[in-house]
T-cell receptor, first 114, second 115 residues
């Protein structure tokens, strides 16, 4: 069975400050790891994903996440946030070979304060 | 491609009425997923299809819910009869062949309110 825990339901942060959104997972099999972003009244958009290779993955808008197998974590970071980063962020896992679905965390609401 | 298209965007209905949500996946995608999003439970997978065939419907909450995929370009999620606790945002997502567990593309969702 798989589960995803996002420890912080709400994260307020001032503009241009750094931010970290935490994600831990539990799984009996190997998984792929994802971060999705949901802007108000929009669907989910893929932000970044880890499938294999380098454990540090980056998005085009400055976010990065690092897969830590020993800590079963996939925390999302950005060194300097913008107002436009205000959104809901979802961490998700998908088993390698035992199904074709995503298991989502409950989400973290990031609010960037001017 | 226009992406995954869902309709309607918003639906308000009275308890006991039938509700039908619609989804058009991205052309060429052979996996289609229905998710429900609520404040209490977050995102839950209801059912998914592969090549128009339902593969896993274990997330469908009860018999009032049913989903169909009559062809590769259309799927419906029906609730009959609807209840206030069904109020949620329902998302449809699709994936390319062989990539169902490496990337899913989501529609903008249908916000259902049952009064």
């Amino acid at each position: 069975a798989q589960s995803v825990t996002q420890l912080d339901s709400q994260v307020p942060v001032f503009e241009e400050a750094p931010v970290e959104l935490r994600c831990n997972y539990s799984s009996s099999v190997s998984v792929y790891l994802f971060w999705y972003v949901q802007y108000p009244n929009q669907g989910l958009q893929l932000l970044l994903k880890y499938l294999s290779g380098s454990t540090l993955v980056e998005s085009i808008n400055g976010f990065e996440a690092e897969f830590n197998k020993s800590q079963t974590s996939f925390h999302l970071r950005k060194p300097s946030v913008h107002i436009s980063d205000t959104a809901e962020y979802f961490c998700a896992v998908s088993p390698w070979n035992t199904g074709n679905q995503f298991y989502f965390g409950t989400g973290t609401s990031l609010t960037v304060i001017p | 491609d226009a992406g995954v298209i869902q309709s309607p965007r918003h639906e308000v209905t009275e308890m006991g009425q039938e509700v039908t949500l619609r989804c058009k996946p991205i052309s060429g995608h052979d996996y289609l997923f229905w998710y429900r999003q609520t404040m209490m439970r977050g995102l839950e997978l209801l059912i998914y299809f592969n090549n128009n065939v339902p593969i896993d419907d274990s997330g469908m909450p009860e018999d009032r819910f049913s989903a169909k995929m009559p062809n590769a370009s259309f799927s419906t999620l029906k609730i009959q009869p609807s209840e206030p606790r069904d109020s949620a945002v329902y998302f449809c997502a699709s994936s390319q062949p062989g990539q169902a567990n490496t990337e899913a593309f989501f529609g903008q969702g249908t916000r259902l309110t049952v009064v």
